[in-house]
């Protein structure tokens, strides 16, 4: 079955970076794309970009472009969103999560990773 | 790109029909039929229950259903049921490999 594991809670300092791991199971990695979705406590989601994993080719929300980056190592099927100069209010828990293209739905998500940005 | 827009709460009594909106504009909702309806529960991932607007993947019962009218997309839930109590998000592909979702809706079965 597909499985997207995620790596572990992060705490941060303002203005650091922080990179979240998602490895994925159970089906053929480059063939689908790789959403990273994020959910500040109490909110709602926000989509922060995707990533070809065939490709590499990424888009970005507007609102993180020159922040986030992400990239994937198909040999070991994982997917990494690195975040930069982080704030208060990238405090959230970080998604990944499949979809077949851009345009079509997610249908697996990860279990989530909480990072935490406190001074 | 600013969220999509959904109530924020919604309620209705078991066996009860409602029905949660999700507005956007010409540049996503209304330009494209790749709308899809999430469901999703306190501490756990989204799951998905509506995919191009109006088509339910395999598992998910036909209570749920989807449609759209210009810019708006709409979920109806029928035959309201307990477990029916969740948080709902709606997304929209909005053109240039962007993906929206909706500020969500918390569905409170009375």
């Known amino acids: 079955q597909v499985q997207l594991v995620q790596s572990g809670p992060e705490v941060k300092r303002p203005g650091a970076s922080v990179r979240v791991s998602c490895k994925a199971s159970g089906y053929t990695f480059p063939d689908y794309c790789m959403h990273w979705v994020r959910q500040a406590p109490g909110q709602g989601l926000e989509w922060i970009g995707w990533?070809?994993?065939?490709?590499?080719?990424?888009s970005y929300a507007q609102r993180f472009q020159g922040r986030v980056t992400m990239t994937r190592v198909t040999s070991i099927s994982t997917a990494y969103m690195d975040l930069s100069r982080l704030k208060s209010d990238d405090t959230a828990v970080y998604y990944c999560?499949?979809?077949?293209?851009?345009?079509?739905?997610?249908?697996?998500w990860g279990q989530g990773t909480l990072v935490t940005v406190s001074s | 790109q600013s969220a999509l827009t959904q109530p924020p709460s919604a309620s209705g009594s078991p066996g009860q029909s409602v029905t949660i909106s999700c507005t956007g504009t010409?540049?996503?909702?209304?330009?494209?039929?790749?709308v899809s309806w999430y469901q999703q529960y306190p501490g756990k991932a989204p799951k998905v229950l509506i995919y191009?607007?109006?088509k339910r993947p395999s598992g998910v019962p036909d209570r749920f259903s989807g449609s759209k009218s210009g810019n708006t997309a709409s979920l109806t839930v029928s035959g309201l049921q307990a477990d029916d109590e969740a948080d709902y998000y709606c997304s929209s592909y909005a053109g240039s490999n962007n993906l929206l979702f909706g500020g969500g809706t918390k569905l409170t079965v009375l």
């Open positions: 010409s540049s996503d909702v209304g330009g494209y039929n790749y």
């Open positions: 191009e607007v109006s």
């Open positions: 999560a499949r979809s077949d293209t851009i345009l079509s739905e997610i249908d697996s």
């Open positions: 990533v070809n994993p065939n490709r590499g080719v990424t």
